[in-house]
């Protein structure tokens, strides 16, 4: 069996197993094709398993200096270029130790190669009154009652229960049915559920829009467009779009910016961390704690705590 058969295998089970996102696969399929394209004219054939196991340390070097010479030829930042080589390493790997898991290969070639180093990304939050009144600021920009009623729940959801975008839209008539007796409950990536309390003020949005909504049947989408389909990810970006344009803000203030806000006014509100990842549906505290590098204003109450700030 050649790569590309088990490059299919393993993005099947990336889709339907570990239940990754549409987009997560795209990428990591055109990851992973271009590199086994690289190897296949590096080698002269096709690799196989076996051929993949004998590649050398050398041969990945040489497939990571052919994609960085490719991709300077390319637009964009030095910082976005190095991103976008460390996730193709990245992809490589996990596509290794998939196969490693499945068909026992030993990739050490791999492992020891050093992806390029980048910048970490912080948290660009709204400001508090920002974050407070974007909801009903963006409803105000609807042409419909519907979808003033639906943006300012959605966006009062976003930014009052910390949401992803996606889980946001994924939610059903019967979750939020539910909400008010024990929390709201979420499907966060990889299909992992947690429980999100609502505040009093989220949950009567909530019900404003639920109460309005076209068809409140249990299994009906949550958020709904004119034409009754769930609201699709892009429209509520378009909508906030025209919101920051009006505004004057940034490109930062997207959807995924009132999540940020959300974990950072809890943070100088003196929120457990611990609490703001089970919140946020983080898997690893690390992902949690970039809060506190953006949150100068956190990170000097920490050092004026220290015993030496006092003398």
């Known amino acids: ?20 996102r549409p987009n997560t696969v795209l990428a990591y399929r055109n990851d992973v094709a271009c590199a086994l394209a690289f190897l296949t004219e590096h080698l002269g054939q096709e690799p196989d398993l076996d051929a993949f196991a004998r590649l050398r340390t ?12 490719r991709s300077e030829n390319g637009r964009g930042t030095a910082d976005g270029r190095a991103r976008s080589r460390a996730r193709r390493v990245s992809a490589l790997r996990s596509f290794s130790h998939y196969l490693a898991t ?4 030993s990739a050490g070639a791999l492992r020891q190669m050093k992806a390029p180093k ?10 508090r009154d920002m974050a407070l009144s974007a909801p009903a600021e963006i409803a105000s920009l609807a042409e419909h009652p519907l979808c003033a009623a639906r943006d300012e729940a959605l966006f009062t959801l976003l930014y009052g229960a910390g949401l992803r975008i996606g889980e946001a839209l994924a939610l059903d008539i019967r979750d939020c ?39 409140p049947t249990p299994d009906s989408p ?3 467009g004119l034409r009754g389909k769930r609201l699709q990810a892009a429209v509520a970006r378009r909508v906030m779009h025209v919101w920051r344009e009006q505004s004057g803000l940034d ?31 983080h898997a690893s505290l690390s992902t949690t704690q970039a809060y506190t590098l953006a949150d100068e204003r956190h990170l000097l109450a920490v050092w004026q705590a220290h015993p030496r700030a006092r003398k």
């Open 1 to 20: 069996m050649l790569m590309h058969d088990h490059l299919e295998n393993w993005l099947d089970w990336l889709a339907h197993e570990k239940r990754s």
């Open 58 to 69: 050398s041969d990945f070097r040489a497939w990571l200096a052919f994609d960085t010479a």
């Open 102 to 105: 499945r068909h026992g290969l």
């Open 118 to 127: 980048v910048r970490k990304r912080l948290p660009r939050p709204l400001s």
């Open 177 to 215: 049915d539910r909400a008010g007796e024990a929390g709201l409950r979420v499907t966060g990536k990889g299909g992992k559920e947690r429980i999100v309390p609502l505040l009093p003020n989220v949950l009567k949005t909530l019900m404003l829009w639920r109460n309005q909504h076209p068809c």
């Open 222 to 224: 949550l958020f709904v």
């Open 251 to 281: 490109a930062s203030a997207t959807p995924h910016a009132l999540r940020h806000s959300f974990a950072t006014h809890l943070l100088e509100g003196g929120a457990d961390l611990r609490a703001i990842q089970e919140l946020l549906g």
